[in-house]
């Protein structure tokens, strides 16, 4: 059993910057690949990054340059560095084990002047 807790979200101003965590309860974190996720109004959820158990990292083509994932697997945390937001950045997001039913509750992210 896995429980993911995100936070970090909040409203910031075009070009601003965030830092999204993800602390996971629950034995064989290190192992997993975790993937963060957004969900704007009316949009399906789509992936954003994902890191694996390596620190091996995958983004999307809009958020490249722009975000950062890492982990900290003492912590049982992953992290997303999110900088240079947009307003099309606004979202909840999500973290996920992938390849699990593990979600985490999600946090909102608004990116509005």
């Known amino acids: 059993q896995v429980q993911l807790v995100e936070s970090g979200g909040g409203l910031v101003q075009p070009g601003g910057s965030l830092r999204l965590s993800c602390a996971a309860s629950?034995?064989?974190?290190?192992?997993?690949?975790m993937g963060w996720y957004r969900q704007a109004p009316g949009k399906q959820r789509e992936l954003v990054a994902h890191?694996?158990?390596?620190?091996?990292?995958y983004y999307v083509d809009s958020v490249k340059g722009r975000f950062t994932s890492s982990r900290d697997n003492a912590k049982n945390t992953v992290y997303l560095q999110m900088n240079d937001l947009k307003p099309e950045d606004t979202a909840v997001y999500y973290c996920?084990?992938?390849?699990?039913?593990?979600w985490g509750q999600g946090t909102q992210v608004t990116v509005s002047s």
């Open positions: 996920h084990c992938t390849g699990t039913a593990y």
């Open positions: 629950g034995s064989f974190f290190s192992i997993y690949v």
């Open positions: 890191i694996g158990s390596g620190g091996d990292t």
